[in-house]
């Protein structure tokens, strides 16, 4: 069976303009030799290991979900009762920022020990954002529950709404900078992913030359022999 047509450069034309193919053929290898290289600086080779875990089992990702979906849900029943105007939704914010913070703290605590016994987290600026951005969602989580505790219908705004906005827009930023950390760069992943030997790691994208990426491309433009 002949092969299919193949997508050939413009610059294998003759009529094709020699500056133009030069330029173009230029561009393209140095798009392409970035890129690739993007892709392998930004894919972990081996995972971190997690000081703070349970039978291997990272403590803080465990745990982090509940405080996430108590003050989401916090800002929605905020929603629910400026709409119906219903004090039982009102009381629903209070005791979800309460749930919340509770279990923010204690998804903080592993968290915290993760972040400074490892070397390889503790070295970055980005896990020391994600630190302290958490810590800040929790503190603005602490001073709306404060305002609540008098009145909890009457403190939805101008206070408690706004409030729980900011933490939810904060959860947002710290919870790609978490996934970030642990997709991208392999914090708190198992040691033996990635590790010598293993067949993940051969996966992992090499960074290639600028000849490479040439070579390539030259043979890209070569009629191929048809198979036999």
Same mark, same amino acid.
């Given at each position: $069976?002949?092969? &299919?047509? *193949?997508? *050939?450069?413009?610059c294998?034309?003759r009529? @094709? +303009?020699?500056?133009?193919?030069?330029s173009?053929?230029s561009?393209?290898r %140095?798009?392409?030799f970035? *890129?690739? !290289?993007? =892709?392998?600086h930004?894919?972990?080779t081996?995972?971190?290991?997690?000081t @703070?875990a349970?039978h291997?089992?990272?403590l803080h990702?465990m745990l982090?979900g509940? +405080?996430?979906?108590?003050? =989401? &849900?916090a800002?929605?029943?905020d929603?629910?009762?400026?709409?119906?105007? %219903?004090?039982?939704w009102?009381?629903?914010s209070?005791?979800?920022l309460?749930?919340?913070l509770?279990?923010?703290?204690?998804?903080?605590?592993p968290g915290? =020990?993760?972040l400074?016994?490892?070397?390889?987290?503790?070295s970055?600026?980005?896990?020391?954002m994600?630190?302290l951005?958490?810590i800040?969602v929790?503190?603005?989580a602490?001073?709306? $529950?404060?305002?609540r505790w #008098? %009145?909890m219908?009457?403190?939805?705004?101008?206070y408690?709404l706004?409030?729980s906005?900011?933490?939810?827009?904060l959860?947002?930023v710290?919870?790609?900078?978490?996934? #970030? $950390?642990?997709?991208q760069?392999?914090?708190g992943?198992?040691? !033996?992913?990635?590790?010598?030997?293993? /067949?993940?790691?051969?996966h992992?994208?090499?960074?290639? !030359?600028r000849? %490479? @990426?040439?070579?390539?491309?030259e043979q890209d433009?070569? /009629?191929?022999?048809? #198979?036999r």
């Amino acid at each position: $069976m002949p092969p &299919g047509p *193949r997508v *050939r450069s413009p610059c294998l034309k003759r009529s @094709a +303009p020699t500056e133009r193919c030069s330029s173009s053929w230029s561009f393209y290898r %140095d798009w392409q030799f970035t *890129r690739r !290289s993007v =892709i392998a600086h930004h894919t972990h080779t081996s995972g971190t290991g997690s000081t @703070a875990a349970l039978h291997g089992h990272p403590l803080h990702p465990m745990l982090v979900g509940f +405080p996430i979906a108590l003050f =989401i &849900g916090a800002f929605v029943t905020d929603l629910a009762y400026l709409a119906a105007g %219903d004090a039982f939704w009102a009381r629903a914010s209070f005791w979800l920022l309460v749930g919340g913070l509770a279990m923010g703290l204690g998804a903080a605590l592993p968290g915290a =020990i993760d972040l400074l016994t490892i070397k390889h987290a503790r070295s970055w600026r980005l896990a020391w954002m994600h630190g302290l951005l958490n810590i800040g969602v929790l503190l603005l989580a602490l001073a709306n $529950m404060v305002l609540r505790w #008098e %009145d909890m219908a009457g403190a939805v705004l101008p206070y408690g709404l706004p409030l729980s906005a900011v933490s939810v827009a904060l959860l947002a930023v710290t919870g790609w900078l978490g996934g #970030e $950390m642990v997709f991208q760069h392999g914090v708190g992943v198992s040691r !033996s992913v990635g590790a010598s030997g293993n /067949k993940l790691h051969e996966h992992a994208p090499a960074v290639p !030359s600028r000849n %490479d @990426a040439g070579h390539h491309h030259e043979q890209d433009g070569r /009629k191929q022999p048809p #198979e036999r």
